[in-house]
């Protein structure tokens, strides 16, 4: 049992260092090290299972310690798959920005794109620039009828409240 302990607590040690590696490795080779570093946590899990079935035929007043030994290594083993995970997880989300950045960056964005739709349906109906023109001129003078119109308003309710009451 010592031997395999030791053994398994070493590779933990070992799996440690390649999480070091994991993070400066370039994007050809992190793949690779992650495979590696999976395949030894999955080496370590199953040296547990053989450790926690020698632990319980250790005698009675070691069983105690060995168990909490191996419990320690588990804890351990767990903590660097989840590490694994969360890289993983890091490097997926950079990867899809990294590709919906450069989505972005590709798109190719026009201005005053509602208006030119609108001149290309006006267009279909068959109405003429010049016609198109007259209507945005108008709206333009519209614009300037609707506040004349909502400040004479207000100035006939701001009166009606001052002489009526």
């Known amino acids: ?3 395999l302990y030791h053994q398994t607590n070493k590779q ?12 400066k490795a370039d994007a050809q080779s992190v793949h690779l090290v992650e495979n590696e570093i999976q395949a030894r946590i999955d ?10 079935i020698l632990t319980s035929k250790e005698p009675p007043n070691r069983r105690q310690n060995a168990k909490f030994r191996v419990d320690q290594l588990k ?7 989840t590490a694994l995970k969360n890289f993983q997880h ?3 989300t950079r990867e899809q920005q990294d590709r919906e950045r450069e989505e972005l960056l590709s798109r190719t964005f026009t201005t ?4 030119k739709k609108i001149l290309d349906v006006a267009n279909m109906l068959g109405m003429s620039n ?5 209507i945005e001129k108008r709206s333009f ?4 009828i609707m506040i004349g119109g909502m400040v004479v308003t207000c100035i006939i309710m701001v009166l009606a409240v001052k002489y009526l009451t």
């Open 1 to 3: 049992m010592e031997t």
């Open 12 to 23: 933990i040690h070992e799996v440690q260092t390649h999480m070091g590696q994991l993070e």
């Open 43 to 52: 080496q370590i899990f199953s040296n547990l299972e053989r450790l926690e």
């Open 75 to 81: 804890y351990d083993c767990q903590h660097l798959q």
């Open 90 to 92: 890091r490097r997926y």
């Open 112 to 115: 005053n794109g509602a208006q």
């Open 130 to 134: 010049t016609v198109m023109r007259l």
């Open 141 to 144: 003078q519209d614009k300037f």
